[in-house]
């Protein structure tokens, strides 16, 4: 099985930061990539950052390039994203998930619960 679970959200007024937290069980970080998703009431589910397996690659999307970082701790099978320079259009639940690659689908049961942002202003 595999288990996700995402922390560290909250309300933060614009233009500050948090970091988000998605600790894994079931697999290790050497073997799938980790990656973040939002979704704001009533849109679809946006891509946000992805970290590959190895550590090596990770990518965002252009709406927080510059301002986001994903990280992993394989220590502690945790995946980070720190997001700075908070906008009120990062206003979301942020999820994170397992995949056997950046560019693959989302594994089966592979999403974690969520967490809240938002950002106030």
């Known amino acids: 099985q595999l288990q996700l679970v995402e922390s560290g959200g909250g309300l933060v007024q614009s233009g500050g930061s948090l970091r988000l937290s998605c600790e894994v069980s079931?697999?290790?970080?050497?073997?799938?990539?980790i990656g973040w998703f939002r979704q704001a009431p009533g849109k679809g589910r946006e891509g946000v950052s992805c970290?590959?397996?190895?550590?090596?690659?990770?990518s965002y999307s252009d709406s927080v390039k510059g301002r986001f970082t994903i990280s992993r701790d394989k220590a502690k099978n945790t995946v980070y994203l720190q997001m700075n320079s908070l906008k009120p259009e990062d206003t979301a639940v942020y999820y994170c998930?397992?995949?056997?690659?950046?560019?693959?689908?989302?594994?089966?049961?592979?999403w974690g619960q969520g967490t809240q942002v938002t950002v106030s202003s």
């Open positions: 079931g697999f290790t970080l050497d073997y799938y990539a």
């Open positions: 998930a397992v995949l056997s690659y950046c560019s693959g689908p989302v594994r089966p049961d592979g």
């Open positions: 970290i590959s397996s190895s550590g090596g690659s990770t």
